[in-house]
């Protein structure tokens, strides 16, 4: 049976962290504002369903990773709050994914949507 309070509880718990990495991630904010555009963008180009699909999920996976990142560097800090070199190379490491899936990313996006720049 599903507890429909505590899933409630959840959701809430979700949106108050969507919150918090809105308001204290600066690499947050501009992955979010790049994944609006992109959804402008779907609607405004006629784009094929699985075109749309491959963008949501692309927006999806680089805003989750972003916040695993972010997740990972706090608890970091948290565990170790004076300078590391190794935990420095752990944060790097952590940032790369991220540099990698938004890389991988914009090129998701130019392949979409330059035919329709071009025209």
């Given at each position: ?20 990495a809105?308001r ?53 800090d ?42």
């Amino acid at each position: 049976m599903i507890n429909f309070r505590k899933l409630g509880f959840s959701f809430k718990k979700a949106f108050k962290g969507f919150k918090v990495a809105i308001r204290e991630e600066q690499t947050f904010r501009i992955q979010t504002i790049a994944g609006i555009l992109v959804f402008f963008l779907m609607f405004r180009f006629p784009l094929t369903a699985l075109e749309r699909a491959v963008l949501v999920l692309t927006v999806i996976l680089v805003l989750s990773l972003e916040l695993i990142n972010s997740q990972i560097e706090r608890i970091l800090d948290f565990l170790q709050p004076n300078h590391d070199p190794k935990i420095e190379r752990i944060k790097d490491l952590s940032a790369s994914a991220v540099l990698i899936v938004s890389l991988g990313a914009a090129i998701i996006g130019l392949l979409i949507f330059l035919p329709y720049f071009l025209k």
